[in-house]
């Protein structure tokens, strides 16, 4: 006897197959039926298809319209950020395309960078001061701009 798994995404659903080819214990019925209950989503999980019921198809920045061809393009937004806040009506959910979906996600990044309120990177320095000639060394003028645009954003 040979033991054959049909898997999803969700769950898997096993079954022994004898050596004649049928599956022993279940029905084709029952094996479909265990693959649609192991294939449907906990709640909470299927906030994507309700946004998408809800919503339309299509997105809430831009305007594009989507298709049942091209609708992995669409993305559901959390406007509060809490991917777990998925109230029934969905007022926390807005359809974005892909493109739509990143800008805004890294015009948050950019507005906490702006703001100071990002994590602290290590400054690093692209010149290097040559004391002696007070030009940047090896740069040129590219330096020089280079020297100067640090030190107004230094504040000096």
């Given at each position: 006897?040979?033991?054959?798994?049909?898997?999803?995404?969700?769950?898997?659903?096993?079954?022994?197959?004898?050596?004649?080819?049928?599956?022993?214990?279940k029905?084709?019925?029952?094996?479909?039926?265990?693959?649609?209950?192991?294939?449907?989503?906990?709640?909470g999980?299927?906030?994507?298809e309700?946004?998408l019921?809800?919503?339309?198809?299509?997105?809430?920045?831009?305007?594009?319209?989507?298709?049942?061809?091209?609708?992995?393009?669409?993305t559901?937004?959390?406007?509060?950020?809490?991917?777990?806040?998925?109230?029934?009506?969905?007022?926390?959910?807005?359809?974005?395309?892909?493109?739509?979906?990143e800008?805004?996600?890294?015009?948050?990044?950019?507005?906490?960078?702006?703001?100071?309120?990002?994590p602290?990177?290590?400054?690093?320095?692209?010149?290097q001061?040559?004391?002696?000639?007070?030009?940047?060394s090896?740069?040129?003028?590219?330096g020089?701009?280079?020297?100067q645009?640090?030190?107004k954003?230094?504040?000096?």
């Amino acid at each position: 006897m040979a033991k054959v798994s049909f898997g999803s995404k969700w769950g898997r659903v096993s079954a022994t197959v004898g050596k004649s080819g049928t599956a022993t214990g279940k029905t084709p019925e029952e094996v479909v039926r265990d693959l649609k209950k192991a294939a449907q989503k906990s709640p909470g999980e299927d906030y994507r298809e309700r946004s998408l019921a809800l919503h339309g198809l299509v997105c809430a920045r831009c305007g594009r319209e989507f298709k049942a061809q091209n609708r992995q393009l669409l993305t559901v937004h959390h406007r509060d950020g809490n991917h777990l806040n998925n109230p029934p009506d969905g007022s926390n959910w807005e359809n974005l395309c892909v493109y739509c979906h990143e800008d805004v996600h890294s015009r948050e990044v950019l507005g906490d960078y702006l703001e100071g309120t990002a994590p602290v990177r290590e400054a690093t320095l692209v010149f290097q001061d040559d004391a002696r000639s007070g030009t940047v060394s090896g740069l040129g003028a590219l330096g020089d701009k280079l020297r100067q645009a640090m030190a107004k954003k230094q504040g000096k």
